[in-house]
């Protein structure tokens, strides 16, 4: 071999296309799940809570509401994660770093989440708290989206994809960016309003809006060739 | 690319019939793991332990039985867990949901696990933590019911599932959720009752009743078929 | 085979041939890749440390045995995991519960590693620690050699499998119990001495005798024929 | 089956040429994700921070500092993993050793990370922190390249693989070995140069240096054979 790379008239040579993107999904996935699985560690109610443990069980819901939201972002950004992944024909060295880092913030989130359940309900430190948290949510979802955009730009998208399904997905990740900016903004004035929002953000990528309207479009197109 | 969707003529795109079971698997199976490992570190010996260790760790006990019936429960929702996707044929949005929310109550179970290790045995915190730590499991179990039957109503299973064999899985499910039911209201005065009937559920979902009867029904057939 | 498996008519039902190893695998080495990295997580100088800190990482030395002879024993457990699903056919459902038994022990490892770390030098507890440290990697060790036993009166290894390659690796798991129940009792009497006798057992485990032979054999074989 | 080994005539056993490298993969993710994701766990404010939230969450600059430099050194070295097991054609039973090996320093990063967050900007104990740091960051790059090297030598490589593209990689894993050991001496007068050191190496590795050079020197041979 004395030429340092094969030369181009090889056809197949898939491994040299790019980086496997199998590693890169199994480690992701390990710390999508341990982020999510470590947010019940922050769960607990006071050493001295047995003499009226119903009600320490029931005062840990600002701690509940916290897990919820969290686990609901994780969830969300694992489900992106996903999408972007399964639209992947193959990874660059630039993504796989892309994708380290933000997987650095989305095991952060368990930080924020605990301050988060430590400060609601306590006046000047919920602002903090909340605030804190927010950011750390808007990192996360910028990452996913700078992520998804850098697959598009990079070409790593698969070849048989239709522009409008890469917008489809670039559509779904962006308004949650405003959406965290004005929540962040309004949690300095209403943070259990803001904390909503997010649980409301989370909700809104979960929920298949997406993945709906994609199963019931054909449909309907067959239904107008039908009626032809 | 004039048209949203490919053209209903091109017959093999398998990649487009669902969601890829793959890092849903991946994603449950760390979630589950991790779930089961954390157990382990809410079992301490308290800090002053060194004069009478053996006595300590004797006296540990509940933590052993609420980690045995925790990691029982865990391992029975990863086995029923695995008997649903084995027998799926691809998911979908709502089922890659619904999954989340079960994953959801599987990582809060470390919490009522430390609960219920805490107070055993201290009468009055007792019959919460053990209500409380029978509520949990309730939800798990109600949800991988409900996961179940939404494939089964989806049509997400194999198409090749003989009715019998749904039924089963179905059959199988069911019953923990009354038995759960009952435990938890006699819970309230037989608390110690109560954790063993837990461990009990937990053992009648691990133990293979279905996969030996279905294993013993073929030689029976055959032993018919040999007699004619 | 005419009795106990399906016809031979049907030609291809491999997924009814039994249990799908590969989420086994995946659970496995998730609840073995945690239960290793938990350890760590007892590992800690005191809180008034920075006065001398060089100091208080030094004392830490039964830490860090405590560490390195769990995680041998963990890996060396994983390795023997690792040998007998790579001889496995198929699992079936008993297969299946008794590893989830083996798990349930793996992921407890780290509470007996960490009483050991603290009471290790400090005479009467560390008797008790040690031996419910060796009693825990015993059981352990037995679940193993019982989970290979199993897969081989269940007939589930591969049928290309010689008796002699079978008999070689229940050979190397089984002096393993002989060992620990020795180093049990004498470490009633000389604890230190049984906590590197465990060390001992678990790096036997891991340096790979058997391997090497098998690697070594077949040249000599070749060798001889070369010689004819 | 008469004889211990099949007969050298077979030409096609796959699995016997060596260790399957999925559950080394599978196992080795696991930890480099658990271990990146329990960083966070050391990351807290302390009990009384409500009054000064903002300052208290400002204030732990240190741990943020320590978060991202071994996020970012362990996720180096899993790139490097990953390099070395891309390269990889079949692992044998000493390489699985020496990556249990590298895996008992990656799983112990956690506690020095701790220490070095806690005693930075403390004068005395943070130079004893910061030298622990170093070293078990050498100790796992050292791991890393021994495990190469040993790859190398076994003839565990792909034999696709062209001996410039092995050259590069050890090339790419050894200057980091002498800067730890520079920035290891530095560290006992200047410690807080030595920890963005190590955050220097660690993104030396990350950037993609060698795969940018690959991706663009095709396009250099492409543009001279256009020029023809």
């Known amino acids: 071999m004395s030429t340092e790379e094969p030369p181009p008239e090889l056809p197949s040579q898939p491994r040299r296309r790019g980086f496997r993107t199998g590693r890169l999904e199994a480690f992701s996935d390990g710390v999508f799940a341990i982020a999510v699985t470590l947010l019940v560690l922050d769960i607990a109610v006071s050493a001295d809570a047995g003499h009226h443990l119903l009600r320490s069980i029931a005062d840990l819901w600002p701690s509940y509401l916290a897990y919820v939201v969290s686990f609901s972002t994780i969830g969300a950004a694992w489900l992106a994660h996903n999408a972007i992944t399964e639209y992947l024909d193959r990874a660059d060295a630039a993504f796989v770093r892309l994708n380290l880092l933000l997987l650095l913030f989305v095991s952060f989130l368990p930080f924020p989440t605990?301050?988060?359940?430590?400060?609601?309900?306590?006046?000047?430190?919920?602002?903090?708290?909340?605030?804190?948290?927010?950011?750390?949510?808007?990192?996360?979802?910028?990452?996913?989206?700078?992520?998804?955009?850098?697959?598009?730009?990079?070409?790593?998208?698969?070849?048989?994809?239709?522009?409008?399904?890469?917008q489809l997905l670039t559509e779904r990740l962006t308004p949650g960016l405003g959406a965290y900016v004005v929540l962040i903004a309004s949690g300095l004035f209403l943070p259990t309003i803001a904390v909503v929002g997010y649980l409301g953000i989370a909700l809104y990528y979960i929920i298949p809006f997406r993945r709906l309207s994609a199963s019931i479009l054909p449909k309907r197109r067959r239904r107008d060739r039908a009626g032809h």
């Open 114 to 166: 605990r301050l988060l359940a430590d400060y609601i309900g306590e006046d000047s430190p919920e602002r903090v708290a909340v605030t804190f948290y927010g950011i750390s949510l808007l990192l996360t979802t910028t990452m996913l989206l700078v992520l998804w955009r850098y697959a598009v730009r990079a070409r790593l998208v698969r070849p048989d994809l239709a522009d409008e399904e890469i």
